[in-house]
C-alpha cells in the first residue's frame, strides 16, 4: 500500500517536472560536462541544457573566474561546429583564453552593444535562433519579466543561456534554471611543486530549480573539470622562488 | 547596337545663366572677370559684348576702354562645372547616360533613348528647343561617335544630325580645331597649312604621329570611329533598382510594409534571377512634402530572399516618418554580390556559422545595433596579447593557424594595462604584494617571468616581463614590469585576470 503511494507520487511529481520543461534523461546525457556529483543536484540528475544559467560576478576576479566555468560548459555544448554568441557593454573577456577551455574562439561571434537595453534585445533574438548552441549575455539588471521572456525563447529553440551578472545591487527573483556564483580558491600544485596550479574555483549552487544546492570545490585540469575532495585539499602557503 | 552620342554646347553659358536671372541685363553688354596672376581677366563674355569684340581672356581693363557701359560681374571658381552638373542632372531625362564636357558642353549617350520621342530629329528639336525656351543658346549635334558629335555641334554649319556611319564625310570639311586638340598642337598645323581634317587624312598616319604625337591621330580615330572612347556618367546607371510609384500617399505602417514588400519580390525576382544577392540596399520614400526618408540595410552574406531581407527593413519602419505621406517608393541595391548557391547537405551540421539562419540573425542584429557592434576573432602570429588576435573580416573566413594552448593567457584582458603599486621587489622575482585599487594582495604564488619583447617594427618601447601571480584569496593575476629591474624606473601593470 506504501509502496503504491510513493509510486504513485513520484509519477506525479515526473508529470509536473514535463509540464516544467524538464525531460527525462536520454542515455548518453549524464555526466557530459563532466560536473559529477554537481550534475546530481539538479532535476534528473542531469545539466540543464536549453535553459537558462545565471551566473553572479561582482568583481573583475569573480567574473574572469565566471569566465572560465563558462568557457567549460561550453564546450561539451558547442561539440565540433556550433557557434556561440557572446553579448555584452564593456567586454573584457580574452578570446585566446577561451581556447584554453576547449572552446575554439573563432567559433563565438562577440556582439559589442552600447546600451544595455540593446543586450536584453539581442541575447532574446539569439535565445529564439535554435542554430546557435549557447549565448552567454553580461548584463547588470534582469527583472522577473525580462528574464521569462528569455526562459519563453529557450523553451522553443532549446538554446543554452548565461547570464553573466555583474551588479550586486540589482539582484531580483528570475526565472533562471540555477543561480552560481564561483570564486577563485587558491590552487595546489600537486606534490608540492612551485608556481600556480590548475585553476581552482568555489563553486556555488545558490539556487536551482526542482534541485539542490551545494557547494563544491572544482579545478580545471587536463580540459575537463575535477572536483576537488576536502582531503586533496591542502594547500601549502609557502612563497616559492620561481624563475 | 549602334552607339549614338549626342553632343551640347552652350555658346554662353555663363552670361546665359546670369541673363536668365537677371532679364535687364540682356540689353546690355556684361563680362564675368576672375583675377587670373594678379590680372583680371574676362571668363565669360556675353552675346552682346561679343559683338563688340570683347573676347574671352582679355584684360578688364582693356575691356572697359572699349565698351564704355560695359557692366562687369565677379566670377567665381568652378561656376561653369557647377552649372554643367545642374543641367546636367536635369538632362537625365533624355537619357540615363549624361557626361560633363568641361568647361561648357554635356554629352549624352542617346543610344536606345531616341525611339521615345519619335526619332532622333523630334529628340533634337525636343532637346534644343527646351534649352533656347529657358534661355540657353545651345548648339547640338547627333553622331555615331563623341568626336564627330562634338566637332559637328561646334563647327559645322548645317546637318546637326550625322547619319549613321557618315561621320567621317562630315568631319572631314572641319577645321582641325574640330578634332578636341591642343592650342600648341593647333598653332602648328595652322602654320603648316592644314586648314581641314581632310588635308589631314592625306597624310600617312606614322608621319602624323612623328610630326604631331600620339593625341593627334586618337582624336582623329576616335573622331572616325576606329578607337573607342569612354566617358564618366555624371550619375552611374543604378544596376538593381526599383520605384514604387502610389496611387494615394501612403501614410500607414501596414502601407509602408507593403511597399517593402513588393520592391523587395521585383528585385529579388530580378537579382536570383542573374544569381546576384543584396549585401546593402537604401529604401528612399519621396514624402509629398518634397523630404526624403532614407532606410539602409546591410547583410553579411549575399541573399534574395525576400522574407529576410523584409525583417531587416521591419526593424527600421519604425525610423519612417510618413509627414503627409508617401508618394513614391525606391529600393536600390547599393551592394550587390554573388549568392553562392551551394546544395545544402542534409546532413550538415545544423549549428555552424555558415548556416544561413545564423547569418539571418547576425544581419538583424546589426540591422538594430550595428555592423561595428559584432566582432569574431582568428588568432594573429603575434606574442605580444593585444595583437595576438585579429578581426575576421567575414564569417567564412578560417583561422589561418592554430589557436596556441601552450602559453597561459588570461580569461579577462583589461583594455589598456593598470598601474598597481609594487613593493619589496626582487630582481627576476615577482614583488611581495602589490595594491591595485586601494586592496593589497600578498603574492603567495608565482609563475614567471614570460618576457614578451616588444615588436619593434610595429612600435617602440620596453619589453614586458609578464607573471602569473596568486594573492591570498587564490585570485590569480597577470601582471608585468615594463623594462628591465633596476633601471631608473621601473613600472608594474596589472594586464589582466586568470580564471
Known amino acids: 500500500m506504501l509502496q503504491g503511494k510513493k509510486d504513485i507520487v513520484s509519477k506525479l511529481q515526473q508529470n509536473i517536472m514535463l509540464w516544467e520543461g524538464f525531460k527525462a534523461p536520454s542515455t548518453g546525457t549524464v555526466n557530459q560536462f563532466g560536473l559529477g556529483i554537481i550534475e546530481a543536484s539538479f532535476a534528473n540528475g542531469v545539466f540543464p541544457t536549453g535553459a537558462i544559467h545565471e551566473f553572479l560576478n561582482f568583481k573583475p576576479e569573480h567574473a574572469a573566474a565566471s569566465g572560465g566555468f563558462v568557457a567549460g560548459l561550453l564546450q561539451p555544448i558547442l561539440k565540433a561546429s556550433g557557434i556561440c554568441l557572446w553579448i555584452g557593454t564593456s567586454r573584457t573577456i580574452f578570446p585566446v583564453a577561451l581556447a584554453y577551455f576547449g572552446v575554439s574562439p573563432d567559433r563565438v561571434v562577440f556582439i559589442d552593444a552600447i546600451k544595455e537595453k540593446d543586450v536584453l534585445w539581442a541575447t532574446e533574438e539569439a535565445l529564439k535562433c535554435n542554430s546557435v548552441a549557447a549565448v552567454v549575455a553580461e548584463v547588470s539588471k534582469l527583472s522577473f519579466a525580462q528574464s521569462r521572456r528569455l526562459q519563453l525563447a529557450v523553451e522553443k529553440s532549446s538554446t543554452t543561456g548565461f547570464i553573466l551578472r555583474n551588479d550586486p545591487n540589482a539582484l531580483s527573483t528570475t526565472t533562471c534554471v540555477a543561480r552560481w556564483r564561483i570564486t577563485p580558491l587558491p590552487s595546489a600544485p600537486e606534490d608540492g611543486m612551485p608556481g600556480v596550479g590548475f585553476p581552482r574555483w568555489n563553486v556555488e549552487l545558490i539556487k536551482v530549480r526542482n534541485g539542490n544546492s551545494g557547494v563544491w570545490q572544482v579545478e580545471w585540469r587536463n580540459d575537463r573539470f575535477l572536483l576537488v575532495t576536502e582531503q586533496e585539499n591542502t594547500s601549502v602557503d609557502v612563497i616559492r622562488k620561481v624563475g | ?499
Open chain 2, 1 to 499: 547596337m549602334q552607339k549614338r552620342y549626342m553632343a551640347l554646347w552652350f555658346c554662353h553659358l555663363k552670361t546665359d545663366w546670369l541673363t536668365i536671372r537677371k532679364p535687364e541685363l540682356a540689353e546690355t553688354p556684361f563680362v564675368f572677370s576672375f583675377p587670373v596672376h594678379n590680372r583680371n581677366l574676362l571668363t565669360a563674355v556675353s552675346p552682346k559684348a561679343e559683338a563688340q569684340g570683347l573676347y574671352k581672356g582679355m584684360r578688364v581693363a582693356d575691356a572697359k576702354a572699349m565698351v564704355l557701359d560695359l557692366k562687369v560681374f565677379k566670377d567665381k571658381a568652378n561656376r561653369d562645372i557647377n552649372l554643367l552638373n545642374a543641367i546636367g542632372e536635369w538632362s537625365i531625362r533624355y537619357t540615363p547616360f549624361v557626361a560633363i564636357d568641361a568647361p561648357d558642353g554635356l554629352l549624352l549617350d542617346i543610344s536606345g533613348c531616341t525611339h521615345l520621342w519619335d526619332g532622333e530629329r523630334t529628340y533634337y528639336k525636343e532637346v534644343v528647343n527646351r534649352f533656347l525656351n529657358k534661355g540657353y543658346t545651345v548648339r547640338a549635334a547627333i553622331a555615331d561617335t563623341i568626336g564627330a558629335a562634338w566637332a559637328v555641334a561646334r563647327f559645322a554649319q548645317a546637318h546637326p544630325i550625322v547619319t549613321s556611319g557618315q561621320q567621317v564625310k562630315a568631319i572631314l570639311p572641319l577645321p582641325p580645331a574640330a578634332l578636341r586638340l591642343e592650342t600648341a598642337i593647333l598653332e602648328r598645323l595652322d602654320k603648316l597649312g592644314f586648314r581641314t581634317i581632310k588635308s589631314l587624312t592625306a597624310i600617312p598616319v606614322s608621319s602624323l604621329r612623328r610630326r604631331f604625337g600620339e593625341q593627334l591621330t586618337l582624336r582623329l580615330k576616335q573622331a572616325t570611329g576606329e578607337a573607342s572612347e569612354y566617358l564618366h556618367p555624371l550619375q552611374p546607371v543604378e544596376a538593381y533598382a526599383e520605384r514604387l510609384p502610389c496611387l494615394e500617399p501612403i501614410l500607414t505602417r501596414v502601407g509602408i510594409e507593403l511597399a517593402i514588400r513588393y520592391l523587395l519580390q521585383a528585385l529579388c525576382k530580378w537579382l536570383a534571377k542573374e544569381g546576384k544577392g543584396i549585401r546593402a540596399a537604401s529604401l528612399k520614400c519621396f514624402r509629398i512634402d518634397g523630404h526624403i526618408q532614407q532606410t539602409d540595410i546591410g547583410t553579411n552574406q549575399a541573399t534574395y530572399q525576400v522574407e529576410h531581407l523584409f525583417k531587416l527593413f521591419e526593424l527600421k519602419i519604425g525610423d519612417i516618418e510618413p509627414g503627409l505621406g508617401i508618394e513614391l517608393f525606391t529600393l536600390e541595391v547599393t551592394k550587390v554580390d554573388d549568392v553562392e548557391t551551394t546544395q545544402e547537405a542534409i546532413w550538415a551540421d545544423k549549428q555552424a556559422l555558415q548556416n544561413t539562419i545564423v547569418i539571418q540573425l547576425l544581419d538583424r542584429l546589426a540591422g538594430k545595433i550595428g555592423a561595428q557592434a559584432i566582432h569574431r576573432y582568428l588568432p594573429q602570429e603575434h606574442h605580444w596579447p593585444e595583437r595576438s588576435i585579429k578581426k575576421a573580416e567575414n564569417f567564412e573566413a578560417k583561422p589561418a593557424t592554430a589557436w596556441r594552448t601552450d602559453q597561459l593567457r588570461p580569461t579577462i584582458l583589461l583594455p589598456r594595462p593598470e598601474l598597481v603599486e609594487v613593493s619589496a621587489p626582487i630582481p627576476d622575482y615577482p614583488p611581495m604584494l602589490f595594491r591595485y585599487q586601494g586592496t593589497v594582495h600578498h603574492i603567495k604564488r608565482a609563475d614567471g617571468p614570460e618576457r614578451i619583447e616588444r615588436e619593434w617594427w610595429l612600435d617602440e618601447g620596453e619589453h614586458r616581463d609578464y607573471y602569473i601571480v596568486e594573492d591570498q584569496h587564490g585570485q590569480r593575476y597577470w601582471i608585468f614590469r615594463l623594462g628591465h629591474y633596476g633601471q631608473r624606473r621601473h613600472q608594474w601593470f596589472l594586464h589582466g585576470f586568470f580564471a
